[in-house]
């Protein structure tokens, strides 16, 4: 089947009934576009597609290599162990995609009995068809599994969470300089009946994040800021006057606060244009994890790195279990698990561009690989 064959961006269900609430309501925020065209529940991408691996739109590391999930499957048990080995401890995935890492990481749990015994998986995702896809994949291994469509619905204990690429696909707001004012950065309808960015009227001082308040902006500047993150970092934070918490979070993004519009669609492994397809192709934006850490810390939570991947993966001993994978493989094997481990270290490929952060209650130990440095 042809590119070609797809329904056209104006027939697609979604963008139908997102012009028709522009058409009632008048111009919404870029982030209401995006919540609407990653999340909704009817006619959302997440909702209506299966977009991770080589026949969808985009790959993602749990895809490329069982080290990625096996890695960090060990590291929250490192990290338990460093809360005192808890039982029971609750092990979150946000947004698990497929469910490949969370089975690579049960595989390798297996190892270590006395975590098995303590564990329960939570798995964080708001699509019932992804959820669908997530069930079939931990079938029938070790470890039971709950899911949740927010951390706040989770009960209370002690919590290691680890999220891969879930930032970025959280809705952005995008504010717009002009002059000695910030807009709400808003999609409309032109004449042609084709979505168009537009602005909306100048925002208060008080309905400012302070990174707007602090920065020098020049004229058409673009903030970008994530109200979901301030949701996620108040939910967990909540949670550790309680109990040990950490988490793991690995996205692309930026090291500093800056200026730029970041949103981005991907369709069919190539890029596309984020206004068109509503809901049929991947949109992102780039994770500010200066933002991240600066929210975190706010919330009396300690924060390590980020990290590149790539650094990461190779401190938690990338290359052990590549040669142990190596030394049993046959030859076309082989040549999968060495592009895979590249792929996921390698600072050209994915090794720089995406980075880890790690929090945690305060108290705690440095969680690996920070200790160590
Ligand atoms: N972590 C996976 C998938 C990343 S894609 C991987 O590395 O392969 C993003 C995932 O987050 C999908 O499973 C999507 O359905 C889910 N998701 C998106 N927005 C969400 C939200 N607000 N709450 C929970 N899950 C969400």
Same mark, same amino acid.
Request: charged residues 25%; aromatic residues 6%.
């Given at each position: 089947?042809?590119?070609? $064959?797809?329904?056209?961006?104006?027939?697609?269900?979604?963008?139908? #009934? $997102?012009?028709?609430?522009?058409?009632?309501?008048?111009?919404?925020?870029?982030?209401?576009?995006?919540?609407?065209?990653?999340?909704?529940?009817?006619?959302?991408?997440?909702?209506?597609?299966?977009?991770?691996?080589?026949?969808?739109?985009?790959?993602?590391?749990?895809?490329?290599?069982?080290?990625?999930?096996?890695?960090?499957?060990?590291?929250?048990?490192?990290?338990?162990?460093?809360?005192?080995?808890?039982?029971?401890?609750?092990?979150?995935?946000?947004?698990?995609?497929?469910?490949?890492?969370?089975?690579?990481?049960? #595989?390798?749990?297996?190892?270590?009995? %006395?975590?098995?015994?303590?564990?329960?998986?939570? $798995?964080?995702?708001?699509?019932?068809?992804?959820?669908?896809?997530? %069930?079939?994949?931990?079938?029938?291994? /070790?470890?039971?599994?709950?899911?949740?469509?927010?951390?706040?619905?989770?009960?209370?204990?002690?919590?290691?969470?680890?999220?891969?690429?879930?930032?970025?696909?959280?809705?952005?707001? %995008?504010?717009?300089?002009?002059?000695?004012?910030?807009?709400? #950065?808003?999609?409309?309808?032109?004449?042609?009946?084709?979505?168009?960015?537009?602005?909306?009227?100048?925002?208060?001082?008080?309905?400012?994040?302070?990174?707007?308040?602090?920065?020098?902006?020049?004229?058409?500047?673009?903030?970008?800021?994530?109200?979901?993150?301030?949701?996620?970092?108040?939910?967990?934070?909540?949670?550790?006057?309680?109990?040990?918490?950490?988490?793991?979070?690995?996205?692309?993004?930026?090291?500093?606060?800056?200026?730029?519009?970041?949103? %981005?669609?991907?369709?069919?492994?190539?890029?596309?244009?984020?206004?068109?397809?509503?809901?049929?192709?991947?949109?992102?934006?780039?994770?500010?994890?200066?933002?991240?850490?600066?929210?975190?810390?706010?919330?009396?939570?300690?924060?390590?790195? /980020?990290?590149?991947?790539?650094?990461?993966? $190779?401190?938690?001993?990338?290359?052990?279990?590549?040669?142990?994978?190596?030394?049993?493989?046959?030859?076309?094997?082989?040549?999968?698990?060495?592009?895979?481990?590249? #792929?996921?270290?390698?600072?050209?490929?994915?090794?720089?561009?995406?980075?880890?952060?790690?929090?945690?209650?305060?108290?705690?130990?440095?969680?690996?690989?920070?200790?160590?440095?």
């Amino acid at each position: 089947m042809s590119a070609q $064959l797809k329904p056209r961006a104006e027939t697609a269900p979604l963008a139908a #009934r $997102l012009k028709a609430r522009i058409a009632r309501e008048g111009r919404i925020s870029v982030a209401a576009y995006m919540d609407a065209c990653v999340a909704d529940p009817d006619v959302g991408y997440y909702a209506t597609r299966h977009p991770i691996g080589a026949q969808g739109d985009f790959i993602t590391a749990p895809e490329i290599s069982q080290i990625f999930g096996e890695l960090l499957g060990l590291w929250a048990v490192a990290v338990w162990q460093s809360m005192g080995a808890p039982k029971p401890v609750v092990v979150a995935e946000l947004g698990p995609g497929r469910g490949t890492l969370m089975a690579d990481a049960r #595989r390798a749990w297996r190892s270590v009995p %006395q975590f098995l015994e303590a564990v329960t998986v939570a $798995l964080i995702e708001t699509s019932s068809s992804m959820r669908d896809v997530q %069930q079939e994949a931990l079938r029938g291994a /070790p470890a039971p599994v709950q899911w949740f469509d927010r951390v706040e619905d989770m009960p209370q204990g002690p919590l290691i969470v680890i999220a891969n690429e879930f930032l970025d696909a959280l809705p952005v707001r %995008q504010l717009v300089r002009r002059g000695v004012h910030w807009h709400e #950065r808003c999609v409309a309808v032109d004449r042609h009946d084709a979505f168009v960015f537009t602005e909306g009227d100048a925002l208060q001082a008080e309905d400012l994040p302070e990174a707007a308040l602090a920065l020098d902006a020049p004229d058409g500047a673009i903030l970008e800021i994530r109200p979901g993150v301030e949701r996620l970092m108040s939910a967990l934070a909540a949670r550790t006057s309680e109990a040990p918490l950490a988490a793991l979070f690995i996205d692309y993004g930026h090291d500093e606060t800056g200026f730029g519009d970041t949103l %981005q669609a991907v369709r069919n492994h190539a890029y596309a244009d984020p206004l068109a397809a509503s809901g049929e192709a991947d949109l992102t934006a780039h994770v500010d994890f200066a933002a991240l850490k600066r929210n975190a810390k706010t919330r009396g939570l300690d924060v390590y790195g /980020p990290m590149p991947q790539g650094a990461l993966l $190779l401190k938690l001993g990338l290359e052990a279990r590549r040669d142990r994978l190596l030394a049993g493989a046959t030859p076309a094997q082989r040549d999968s698990i060495l592009s895979g481990a590249a #792929r996921l270290t390698d600072p050209r490929q994915m090794g720089a561009l995406f980075k880890a952060l790690v929090l945690t209650s305060d108290g705690l130990a440095p969680p690996p690989p920070f200790g160590d440095i």
